[in-house]
């Protein structure tokens, strides 16, 4: 693939400069994805310290989190507060309309008050800056809701957001939709060789000069070597038959290029928290 990480790229038409592979950080603040039996416990501050340290060393500069990833935010932002050194680097992404409760479910809420009490919150815990505010899981209904884009535009013009942008994991419509608005200046969407259904959409992005993040690259794990702790047999029968199209290429490495040979796809995010499968996917991605 030989995808640099070095140089960075602008992310859409805004000033962000960012390499071409995220962090996303759900897994450091509530369970997610493929975990080995047994190893379900979620990491310390210490553990999220070291991984987000080696992350930043080793050239990623963008990081994805949201008030609906547990402690996410919470432990992101003590690491931003701590390392300033580090940090200054960093691009904070995160999200509003839907939250965390105590009980570890997520509830969502796009009222105007929601929307503010969301975003105050995630200030405080971040340092008091973020550079893209998303719009976690939107719909054609929520595109149409006024009073939630004034209010976002209005949290916008107060200063301590740079950007808006949204995050999308139904069809491609609303997607297209919000390409169109002339508001928002990223879109967040799953995209890799198991679900390939945004590929269209990402494409138009990029003719649009919107930035494109894609999460979920492999599949929620689907596609790394945590396959073998999966037991349900529609991905078991998804993971076979991608093996047979591919032959003797090895699975991660395939699902990585997939992705990267989109042009218009601006960030990755991997939702790796473990710093050494991170060096291992940034080693298959900038792989020759
Ligand atoms: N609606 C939304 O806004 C939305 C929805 C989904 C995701 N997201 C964002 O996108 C991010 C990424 O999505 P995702 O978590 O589904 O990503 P993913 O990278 O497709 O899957 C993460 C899973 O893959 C495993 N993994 C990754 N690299 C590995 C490797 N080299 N070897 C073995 N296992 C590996 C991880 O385990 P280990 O941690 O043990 O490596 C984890 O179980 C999220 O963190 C979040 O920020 C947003």
């Given at each position: ?24 950080l759900?897994r450091i603040g509530r369970n ?7 190893k379900t416990a979620l990491p310390d501050k210490s553990m999220v310290h070291h991984f987000l ?17 547990g402690k996410s935010?919470?432990l ?196 790796t928290r473990d710093i ?13």
């Amino acid at each position: 693939m030989g995808i640099s990480l070095v140089a960075k790229a602008q992310l859409g038409k805004t000033n962000l400069m960012a390499a071409r592979i995220g962090c996303g950080l759900i897994r450091i603040g509530r369970n997610w994805g493929i975990d080995e039996p047994g190893k379900t416990a979620l990491p310390d501050k210490s553990m999220v310290h070291h991984f987000l340290r080696g992350a930043v060393e080793s050239g990623v500069n963008f990081f994805d989190t949201a008030p609906a990833y547990g402690k996410s935010e919470q432990l992101l932002g003590g690491f931003i507060k701590e390392h300033s050194d580090l940090s200054r680097e960093m691009i904070i992404a995160t999200k509003c309309g839907e939250s965390s409760r105590e009980d570890g479910t997520t509830v969502k809420d796009y009222s105007p008050i929601a929307i503010r009490r969301s975003v105050d919150n995630s200030l405080h815990l971040l340092g008091g800056h973020i550079h893209l505010l998303q719009i976690h899981s939107i719909n054609l209904r929520l595109l149409d809701n006024e009073e939630l884009l004034r209010t976002l535009e209005d949290i916008k013009k107060q200063g301590d957001i740079d950007y808006l942008g949204v995050t999308c994991t139904t069809p491609p419509e609303a997607v297209e939709k919000a390409l169109t608005m002339g508001i928002f200046s990223t879109i967040q969407v799953p995209y890799n060789c198991l679900n390939p259904e945004m590929g269209s959409v990402i494409s138009l992005a990029g003719e649009k000069k919107v930035g494109v993040i894609v999460n979920r690259p492999l599949a929620t794990g689907l596609l790394s070597s945590k396959n073998e702790f999966v037991s349900d047999p529609t991905q078991l029968e998804g993971i076979r038959k991608i093996k047979e199209q591919i032959g003797e290429q090895d699975l991660t490495e395939y699902a990585w290029r997939f992705i990267f040979n989109n042009p218009s796809v601006s960030v990755v995010l991997t939702g790796t928290r473990d710093i050494d499968n991170l060096k291992e996917n940034l080693r298959s991605i900038t792989k020759k």
